[in-house]
């Protein structure tokens, strides 16, 4: 009897650690909304750039828009990453960069500048927005980002 205990003890608590180590588990993959070119500006490259941005390892979701020249991007990285938040800004932005040399390219990793994007970004799908109100919402968003 005390053999068993000797051998189910350490079993049970070597079960524990290896369950909780694994409780996070896999993270659910979000799709980004790709708006397309039928709305009030054509999101062709923002649908592209957060293709290359979702790509990134480290980026398990991303919002953006665009406005002529301008790309806006938002990430949700994973938690661990937070650290290395400078590193991944840089990266998406040149991935973005390389891809459309032309645009001049704004990368954020702050929550509040996603969820904004998040807004905008649904607005426009659903033509719920108008094209001074798109501009309003994209200056108030490049604020955010700078300060």
């Known amino acids: 009897m005390k053999m068993k205990k000797n051998v189910i003890f350490p079993m ?5 650690l290896i369950s909780a180590c694994n409780i996070g588990g896999q993270a659910e993959e979000v799709k980004p909304l790709f708006i397309g070119a039928n709305k009030v500006f054509d999101q062709t ?28 991007i938002a990430t949700k990285v994973k938690q661990f990453d937070r650290f290395f938040l400078d590193r991944i800004r840089k990266e998406a932005q040149d991935k973005i960069k390389k891809r459309f ?47």
């Open 45 to 72: 490259k923002a649908d592209e750039a957060k293709q290359l941005v979702l790509s990134m390892e480290e980026v398990v979701e991303v919002k953006g828009v665009n406005k002529e020249e301008n790309i806006y």
């Open 101 to 147: 040399p032309e645009a001049n390219v704004h990368v954020s990793t702050d929550k509040k500048v996603f969820l904004e994007l998040e807004k905008l970004e649904r607005n426009i799908y659903q033509n719920r927005i108008n094209k001074e109100s798109v501009e309003k919402q994209i200056k108030k968003i490049e604020d955010f980002m700078t300060g």
């Open 12 to 16: 049970l608590i070597l079960v524990l």
